[in-house]
């Protein structure tokens, strides 16, 4: 069973910066591709970025492209999540996925099969 416990959300005024974390426990953090997820208010829970489990490979939603970057540390197994620029359409509760399968469609929340419980991120003056 893997653990994952996400941290960093918080208030924000626009164009500032916030960088979360998603630490992992209780399974081989190297063998599994890492997602962030958001879900805002009355809305589906939708794709933000993953990283492939060596960090070679990163895949962002065109809505962050440029302003977030998705890093990882298999040491200390810990997924990262560093969030320029940021407009209120970014308020919503971020999610740290893992994917342990090999393939499949990696912007789907289905994908995934370890969730933590989110972290709110506001963004406003």
């Known amino acids: 069973q893997v653990q994952l416990v996400e941290s960093g959300g918080g208030l924000v005024q626009p164009g500032g910066s916030l960088r979360l974390s998603c630490a992992a426990s209780g399974g081989t953090f190297r063998s599994y591709a890492m997602g962030w997820f958001r879900q805002a208010p009355g809305k589906e829970r939708e794709f933000v970025a993953r990283i492939s489990r060596n960090g070679g490979r990163t895949y962002y939603a065109d809505s962050v492209k440029g302003r977030f970057t998705i890093s990882r540390d298999n040491a200390k197994s810990t997924v990262y999540l560093q969030m320029n620029s940021l407009k209120p359409e970014d308020t919503a509760v971020y999610y740290c996925?893992?994917?342990?399968?090999?393939?499949?469609?990696?912007?789907?929340?289905?994908?995934?099969?370890?969730w933590g419980q989110g972290t709110q991120v506001t963004v406003s003056s």
């Open positions: 996925a893992a994917d342990l399968s090999y393939g499949g469609s990696y912007y789907t929340p289905t994908q995934y099969t370890y």
